[in-house]
Structures are given as structure tokens and as C-alpha cells.
């Protein structure tokens, strides 16, 4: 309705630069009007927007406290100026809490209906993990593969060199050391106790770290 509204004025007998330009504005203006402006980066995106407007007021007060001509008024803005910057940072405290709850949440969901794909990606989200599988190819001589052949050619290249060793000139001198006929190994049934402590052993990646906590949030709300 914004846009249909502002798309009024294209019906004059206008150019077709002037056409474009009212175009491009209207399209624009119903996009802020109505969506509202995105603020911040990809790891800013929990900030909800009554903090962005405590950021906007706190630049705003230290401006103010910087461009004082009296004593009495650089005080009274320092004075404001802390005050907005206490309420900030405890707006931003809430929204972050906030925010991870809401994940959370999500990823309790995803994880009772077995949705992987969804709980992987609020893990992702929290982690602040991000899958890089567009890394850039290069040749011998530096130039960048855009096509697939290309690549395939080069990864095949690659590996002949590195898998493809020559024989070492100098063998391996083992001494008199007698290499064992047979290897005494236990060939009945793995323990439980020995899987937990092979599980423990594991080194511990900071998604799976995440995966433990989300999984023990859920369970501590199911006992609740």
C-alpha cells in the first residue's frame, strides 16, 4: 500500500530518467517506512533497536560534553552522559541474554524434531562458526580457477605430486630389533566403562561444547 501510493506520481507524462529517479526514491522510502534500516554487522544483529537509539542518544550526550564552552556545562553533560552510557550497557546486557534464550529455544525445538540441519545452524549462530567452502584455487603460477574442469585438473595435480614420492635413498635401520609375529590383541566385548573413557579422551570442539550446553538447558527444563 506505501508503494502503491508513491507509484501515483509515475503516471505524468515524465522522461524516462525522471520516471526512474521517482522510481528509485519511492522504492526506498516505502523500504524504510515500512521495513526499517538494518543496523550493524552480522555479530550485532541481537541489538534490539530500543538500544540503538541509547547508542544514538549517548553519541549525541558525548558530543555535547565534547563541545561545552563552560565548566558547569561540560558537568552536567558528563553527568548525562554516564548515565545514558550505565543504561546502555545494560540494555545491551538484556538484549544479548534475551537473545540467547531465543536461540536456545530454537534449538531445543530443532533437536526434538530431529531437525540437524536447524540445531547445527543455531550452533553456528552462537559460535559465531562460519563454513568457508568457497576458499579460491590457484595454479603453480598464482592465477585463480574460475572453472570446475580447472580445479579438478589442478586437485589431480596436486595429489600426484604429493602421493606420487619417490623412493628414499637411506632405508629405515631398525637394528637388531625383532618385529613381533602376531600382536596381542582383546578380541571380546567393549566395555561400557571403555567407551566412556575413549569418549572423554576426545578433544572437544567448540560446537560440540555448545551442543552439550544446548542439550543440558533441555534437559534441565524438562526435570522443571
Known amino acids: 500500500m506505501e508503494l502503491s501510493n508513491r507509484f501515483t506520481v509515475l503516471q505524468e507524462d515524465l522522461s524516462i530518467e525522471k520516471k526512474w529517479e521517482l522510481f528509485s526514491t519511492s522504492v526506498k522510502a516505502s523500504a524504510e517506512t515500512v521495513i526499517g534500516r538494518i543496523r550493524g554487522t552480522d555479530r550485532e544483529h541481537w541489538i534490539s533497536d530500543r538500544t540503538w537509539n541509547l547508542i544514538d542518544d549517548r ?84 592465477r585463480l580457477l574460475l572453472t570446475e574442469r580447472e580445479q579438478n585438473l589442478r586437485w589431480k595435480e596436486h595429489f600426484e605430486e604429493v602421493l606420487n614420492q619417490p623412493e628414499p635413498l637411506l632405508a629405515a635401520d631398525f637394528g637388531d630389533t625383532v618385529m613381533a609375529d602376531s600382536l596381542e590383541v582383546y578380541k571380546g566385548h567393549i566395555k561400557i566403562e571403555e567407551v566412556q573413557s575413549a569418549v572423554n579422551s576426545l578433544t572437544i570442539t567448540r560446537q560440540q561444547a555448545w551442543m552439550r550446553y544446548l542439550l543440558r538447558c533441555s534437559n534441565t527444563e524438562r526435570r522443571l
Not at 90 to 97: A, E, L, M, P
Open 59 to 142: 553519541n549525541e550526550a558525548k558530543k555535547r560534553k565534547d563541545q561545552a564552552y563552560t565548566r558547569a556545562k561540560a558537568q552536567a553533560e558528563a553527568v548525562n552522559y554516564r548515565k545514558l552510557d550505565k543504561e546502555l550497557k545494560k540494555s545491551c546486557k538484556q538484549d544479548k541474554k534475551d537473545w540467547i534464550e531465543s536461540k536456545c529455544t530454537e534449538a531445543q525445538e530443532a533437536a526434538s524434531w530431529n531437525d540437524i540441519r536447524s540445531l547445527y545452524g543455531v550452533v553456528r549462530q552462537l559460535t559465531g562458526v562460519k563454513d568457508n567452502t568457497n576458499v579460491p584455487i590457484t595454479a603453480k603460477n598464482g
